[in-house]
C-alpha cells in the first residue's frame, strides 16, 4: 500500500500539492494525469524518498521493493544486454559474490552462492534480458553493441527495459512510450498487463493508459483525484462532473454543431463518405468524452491553403534509401509507387526500421530519391512535421517572433491570439524558446506549420511531448482539417480518430494495409511467431548431428501427443475468430450504404450497431482465449 496522508509540497514559491490524500493497494496499476508542471515527476520523487512532503507524510510498507525508469544513462561503456542485466542488482551482487568466494576458495560460501543464484532465476536472466530488448524493437546484432554507440531514443528504450529486468512489488514508469514505436508500445502494453506488483505510469497516451490501468489519479487544483477504472472511465466520469456546469455544456453543443454540420454536408458525397463516417463516429463519442476536455487551455484549428491539386505528390518506381559514407547506395524501398490524393487520411504502419520514416523524408524532399521519379501536384503546399522541427527552432526567439518572420505583416495582437490556442498565453507568447519544455517546442513547432495553411500535413510522431489535452486538441484540430494527411504515431487514438486508411511498410514494400489497428497487432503477433519458429528451426538444425534421429522421431511423437490439446484448443478459437469476423465484415458491408443513416433506417441502424458489437466482443474474447492457449502451447514446447 502507498498512502499520501494530507501531503502538502513546495516547489519554489508554488505549491504542488496542498492537503492531498492518496491511498494506492498493491497490485494496483495506476495511471498518473496531469498537466505539464502539475508534479507528477515530483510525486514519483515522493514515493522514492528523493523529495519530502512539507507537510503530512507519505507511507510505504516496508522492505518494498522499487524499480523506475530513469531519464538519463549512466553507464555508456557496457554492452546493450549487459546494461540491460545491471537492472538485476541482486543478481550482479550474487554474481560479485561467487567471483569473491571462488577467489578465496572459500566452498561454502561459494555453494551457498551457487543457490542464491539460482533462486534470483541467474540461469535464465540472460535470455529474459534479451527478450525485453527484442520486445522494445532491438535486433539480436544490437545485443553486443556499446551503449554509447545508440542514439538519445534508443538509450531511454535501454532504460525503460533496463527498469523492467529489475525485480520489483512497485515500477514507476515515466512516459516510458514517448520514444516508442507503435509495435513497442504494444509489446510494452502486454508485458505491464501481466507485471504482478503495483504500477504507477505517467503517460499521455490514453490507448496506453486504457489498456492497462485499473485507477486513474488526476493531478488538479494540487489535489490528488482518484478515478476508479481506466482512462476512458475516468474521461466519462469526469464528463457527468463537467457537464452539470451550463456554460461549458454550451462550448460543447457548439462542438457538436460544427462536426454534425460537416456530416450533414458530406454524408452523401462519395469521395468525402469515410471522413464523413469518422465525424459521425466522434459525433457519437463527444456526448461521453467531450466534456471531460472541455476546460482545456488548448483549442485550435489549422487552416486549409485556399488552392490545392487533386493530386498532391506521387512517387512513381522510387528507390528509397540512404547515400553510404563510401558512395553506395543504401535501398530500403526499392520501385516505389505511392501517392496521396487531396482529402486523403493515411495512417503508416510498419515494423520498425522497415522505412517508414525513409519514406516520409523522401516525399518532404528530406531525402533524395536514389532512382525514379517525385511529382507535386501544381498547388501542393506541404506541412511536415517531425522530431527535428523542434532542434530547428531559433532558442533565443519567442514564439510571436517565429509566426512574425513568417508574415512580417501580421499584428502581435492577433498572433498572440491566435498562439493562445495552443496554450502559449500572456507572456508566454514573449519567452525566448530556449526555456521551454519539449512539449512546449512541440506545441510552437504545431502552431507554425498551422500558420502556414498546408493542403497536406505529413506528421512524424506528432504527439511526444504533448500531455493529453494538448493531444486531444490536435486530434480535434485534424479531424476538422479538410486536407490530405499523412501520419506515423505510436499514440492509436490519433490514430483510430484521424485516418481513413492505412498503408503498411514492411519487407521493402508500401502496400495498402486492409484492416485496423487491431488487425496490425494480429499481425504483427503472426509474424514474431514466424520468426520465433524460423530461429528455433536454425537452432534445431544446429543440434541436428549430435542428436541420434531415432531417438528425434520417438520424442517428436511424444510431444505431439503431450501438445496435441493445445493445439484443438488453438483450431478452435480460430474458428470462433474466421466467424466472428465474417459476420463483421458483412454488417461492415451494410453500414457502407449511405442511405441506413437516414431517418427512416434509424431502427434498422440500431439493429446493426448492436450486431456489431455482440460479434466483436465475441471476437475479442476468442482473441483473447487464442492468445492465452497459444502462451500455454509455447510455454509446453519450451519445457519439453
Known sequence: MIQFSEVSLQRGTQFLLEQADMTIFEGQKVGLIGANGAGKSSLFALVRGQLHADTGEVILPGQRRISFMAQEVEDVDRTALEYCLDGDDRLRMIEAKIEESQAKGDDHGHAHWLS????????????????????????????????????????????LARALMCPSDILLLDEPTNHLDLDAVMWLENWLRNYPGTLLLISHDRDFLDGICSHIVHLYQKKLNLYKGNYSDYERQRAEHLAQQQSMFEQQQRKRAHLQEYVDRFRYKATKAKQAQSRLKMLEKMEQIGPAHI?????????????????????????????????????????????????QRIGLLGPNGAGKSTLIKSLVQELDLLDGERVYGENTKIGYFSQHQLSALDLE??????????????????????????????????????GFSGGEKARLALSLIAWRKPNLLVLDEPTNHLDIEMRQALTEALQEFNGA???????????????????????HK??????????????????????????????????ADKVDRKEERRKAAELREKLRPLRKAIEKHEKTMQTAQSHLDTI???????????????????????DEAKWKKSLEEAEEAWFEAQDELEQAEAAL
Do not use: C
Not at 419 to 430: C, E, S
Not at 603 to 609: E, G, H, R, S, T
Open 116 to 159: 542464491e543464484y539460482e533462486n534470483a532465476h541467474g540461469y535464465t536472466a540472460q535470455a529474459r534480458g534479451e527478450t525485453l530488448l527484442q520486445g522494445l524493437g532491438f535486433k539480436m546484432a544490437d545485443m553486443q553493441k556499446k551503449v554509447a554507440d545508440f542514439s538519445g531514443g534508443w538509450r531511454i528504450r535501454l532504460n
Open 295 to 343: 476546460d482545456s487551455q488548448f483549442e485550435f484549428s489549422i487552416p486549409m491553403a485556399e488552392k490545392t491539386s487533386a493530386q498532391l505528390v506521387s512517387l512513381i518506381q522510387a528507390d528509397l534509401g540512404y547515400v553510404l559514407e563510401d558512395g553506395s547506395h543504401k535501398v530500403q524501398l526499392p520501385q516505389s509507387n505511392f501517392s496521396i490524393r487531396d482529402g
Open 397 to 434: 526567439a519567442s514564439p510571436v517572433l517565429h509566426i512574425q518572420r513568417i508574415t512580417p505583416t501580421a499584428l502581435e495582437a492577433d498572433v498572440r491570439k491566435y498562439l493562445g490556442g495552443f496554450g502559449f498565453i500572456g507572456d508566454d507568447a514573449l519567452r525566448a524558446v530556449k
Open 485 to 507: 494527411i499523412l501520419v506515423v504515431s505510436h499514440d492509436r487514438h490519433l490514430l483510430n480518430s484521424t485516418v481513413d486508411e492505412f498503408f503498411l511498410v514492411a519487407d
Open 510 to 543: 508500401i502496400e495498402a494495409f486492409d484492416g485496423d489497428l487491431h488487425s496490425y497487432h494480429q499481425w504483427l503477433q503472426a509474424r514474431q511467431q514466424q520468426a520465433n519458429q524460423a530461429e528455433r528451426a536454425v537452432a534445431n538444425e544446429a543440434k
Open 588 to 610: 461492415s458491408e451494410a453500414m457502407s450504404d449511405n442511405s441506413l443513416y437516414e431517418a427512416a433506417n434509424k431502427d434498422k441502424l440500431q439493429a446493426l450497431l448492436a
